[in-house]
Every structure is written in structure tokens, then in C-alpha cells.
């Protein structure tokens, strides 16, 4: 069985950085993709940054050239590096893997950027 484990997150101040990772844990298949949505209140969720099997990524508008996205395939794990970030990228962020046609979703962690 597939599972997601977040970890990072928490309250931070405006221009301030956060980093999130996700490991993946199950059977040892190839994952296609891995990635990070968020979803604010009132909100639907929204795609924040994701990466394939070949490294190559794709990034909100809202969040292209303050967040970085990694993966590192031997641990199956994904790494969000967030920098300066704003009031408006408050949300719960959950992580996301691509297997097959599978996908499958973190709980989700909470990132508050408040002063």
C-alpha cells in the first residue's frame, strides 16, 4: 500500500523560507511523478510545483522562482524549498505521487505565513 509522509511546515513570517519533504513508502515501482499541491480556505487545491522521472519540473506561476522542487530517487522522497514567502502562499500543502495511473495524496501539512 502507498503511502505519503510529510514533514515540514509550520508558522513563519512574510519573507521568510520553509522546507517541506515527502517521502514515499510501498511497493518498489517506478513513480512517474511527484509533486505538491496546496489548498487554501475556501479554495480548490491547486498544482504548487511537481517533478518526473527525469527531473524536469513544472511550477505554479505564483511560486516560480521562490520555490524549488527536488527529488531524490534512491529514497523516494521530495523536497520543497520555499523562499520568500508571502501571506497569500498560507494553505494546507499536500504531497502527491503519479504511479501508473495511481495517484495518491499526503494528509497534508499546514504552512501559516503571518507576521
Known amino acids: 500500500q502507498v503511502q505519503l509522509v510529510e514533514s515540514g511546515g509550520g508558522l513563519v513570517q512574510p519573507g521568510g523560507s520553509l522546507r517541506l519533504s515527502c517521502e514515499f513508502s510501498?511497493?518498489?515501482?517506478?513513480?512517474?511523478?511527484m509533486g505538491w499541491y496546496r489548498q487554501a480556505p475556501g479554495k480548490q487545491r491547486e498544482l504548487v510545483a511537481v517533478i518526473n522521472s527525469v527531473d524536469s519540473t513544472n511550477y505554479a506561476e505564483s511560486v516560480r522562482g521562490r520555490f524549488t522542487i527536488s527529488r531524490d530517487n534512491p529514497k523516494n522522497r521530495v523536497s520543497l524549498q520555499m523562499n520568500s514567502l508571502k501571506a497569500e502562499d498560507t494553505a494546507v500543502y499536500y504531497c502527491?505521487?503519479?504511479?501508473?495511473?495511481?495517484?495518491?495524496w499526503g494528509r497534508g501539512t499546514q504552512v501559516t505565513v503571518a507576521s
Open positions: 510501498g511497493p518498489m515501482v517506478s513513480i512517474e511523478e
Open positions: 502527491n505521487a503519479l504511479v501508473g495511473i495511481n495517484r495518491s
